[in-house]
């Protein structure tokens, strides 16, 4: 007990120390490119913890979480364009964001949740298919030409602080959430249906209702997300906020750090954004994907249950 | 509403059905057979229509003969791929994830690969008989289109007529339905799989030839034909053949009608809407049977 206690204190004290030095981070002055990529970190670790929620812990694998990113990057566009928001209350639209998805996400979780395996994986990814089109295929949205966004009157080290924090927070809201979850009756019930459904069933569980809230909170955040990915950009398209390439990379990232642990997806997110963008800097765009695609066949081949797993197992090799 | 017009779209329809029977038809077995859902089956499909335009283009080779060169290569590398990519991963903890992970990063390779050999234009197939017309009464039926749906039809029973005919096809058959039984029979579920794999691969190679006929395609064009692959598993039911010859012809149907009566970019729409209702009402496919 006391070794545990110890154990998350000082889980306690070094996230702390990590997240007092990332906030600063911005205001020292480092080139633009810097807080860039660690934005787009955070953004990869808010989607893959999120994902965790419900198919880390639940075992139901979203492949379409894409769709929820994208749906919230369109509320907050629409909501600054319809109402002609000034920069604050954009960024702060990215909490109505995140309730539309979360909303769509309880209406396509109803009848989605009942399906299991690889029809559940299936019908995700072709609902974010869905949506795409649908997207494109809606003037008042911007149709296939996209959304431009009105930035701030700033300048860009300012803008690009500014996000950086704002994504910051929505990170810390999401890991703690997931830690919360991971130690919670919720979580053990999530974890009970992974394990085998009839059986939580049977334990008094009520696996309906736990999948559905599981998979609103897991829309959620990524909506949010995407609210305030789509005004760092402040250019919007179909393209760029639906890319399947993200539904498969959030997977693949929780999967790679290890799924139904909190921290796994975190690990997964910040060593797999990193590659991907040293792989996107150095190289062309083409061979950059083409070794990305077969970062993806690696993980899965040589780490099928993870990184975590996969040292722990190399540790127990090397002692046993 | 016109009669003509109709029936006009329901021929359209069939045509176009059977191209997108022949595409599924493999991807519906790898999924019955192996467990594995093969993301890249579409992007292996395009880079059969992108080998036939290629051979159309530099020799002249129309584009149905070009199979002759295009599907053996096709099973081979399949057959390679299946060794290094597909092997190690049937023995995972969640078989289906992990081909969907390791095969949407084939599809990736694939598209990037393509996208640096042939550009990102778009492409047609054009041929000797590209314009030209059948007219029967007040109906017509382009040649291209006839083509790919011969050639479907032939592909589809092909398929089916191995599976119920030789030893093999009837091993493949048992290893679906009956894993542990089908090895104590003596049957090699490794060299099974990987054949399943290779005739799957070949077939969406000859299956992208038929969209090539019917579509203009660039490294893309992927994504969208693995929707109408799904399409025809799900409405056909996993690893059924006639299933998935049938269901793509349904869905021919309503894409040819609809394309009759609505926008273009409307269609897929719906298409890819009715997936979402059948998926939830019925998982399992429309049809019973099996392979």
Known sequence: MDSIGKKSTGFLVVGLILVAALAVFPWLGPPVYFISLL???????????SWNLIGGFAGYLSFGHVAFFGIGAYATGMM????????????????????????????????????????FAVITFCFAFVVDLGVKNLDIL????????????????????????????????????????????????????????????????????????????????????????????????????????????????????????WLGPIIGAVVLTLVNEGLSTFVKAELARIIYGGLFIGVIIFMPNGIMEFFKRGHREETG | ????????????????????????????????????????????????????YTLLKAWGLDPILSLGVSVPLLFILACVIYRFLIAPITKAKEVIVASMIVTFGIAIILENVMLLIWSPDPRLLTTSYTSKVLILGPLYFQYPRLAGFLMSAVGVLVIHLFLKKTYTGKAVRAAWQQREAAQLYGVNLKRISMITFGLAVASAGAGGVG??????????????WLIYLFLVVIVGGVGNVIGAALAGLIIGVITGLSLAFLPYQW??????????????IRPQGLFKGEV
């Open chain 1, 39 to 49: 934005f787009t970190v955070f953004l990869y670790v808010v989607l893959a913890s």
């Open chain 1, 142 to 261: 911007g149709g296939p030409e996209g959304l431009w966004l009105k930035s701030m009157d700033l300048p860009i080290h300012m803008i690009r602080s500014i996000m950086f924090e704002v994504m910051l927070v929505i990170m810390i809201l999401t890991i703690l959430l997931g830690v919360w979850i991971s130690k919670s009756r919720f979580g053990a019930g999530l974890m009970a249906i992974k394990e085998d459904e009839e059986v939580a069933q049977t334990m008094a569980i009520n696996a309906p209702k736990l999948k559905i809230q599981a998979f609103a909170l897991s829309a959620f955040f990524p909506g949010m997300a995407g609210g305030i990915y789509a005004y760092y950009l402040t250019y919007i398209h179909p393209d760029i906020v639906f890319d399947v390439m993200i539904s498969i990379l959030i997977v693949l990232m929780a999967l790679f750090g290890g799924g139904g642990t």
């Open chain 2, 1 to 52: 509403m016109n009669t003509v017009l109709v029936i006009q779209s329901l021929i359209s329809g069939i045509m176009m059905g059977s191209v997108y029977a022949l595409l599924g038809v493999g991807f519906s077995l790898t999924w019955g057979v192996m467990k594995v859902i093969h993301i890249s089956h579409a992007a292996f499909g395009l880079l059969g229509a992108f080998l036939a």
């Open chain 2, 267 to 280: 269609v897929n729409l719906l298409t890819f809407g009715l997936l979402m209702v059948i998926l939830v």
């Open chain 2, 211 to 224: 969209m090539a006929f019917l579509y203009s395609f660039e490294p893309h064009a992927h994504n969208i």
């Open chain 1, 80 to 119: 600054m364009k319809g109402l002609g928001l000034s920069p604050f209350w954009t960024i702060l639209s990215s909490v109505p964001a995140g309730i539309i998805a979360a909303l769509v996400a309880v209406i396509i979780g109803y009848p989605c949740l009942r399906l299991r395996g690889p029809y």
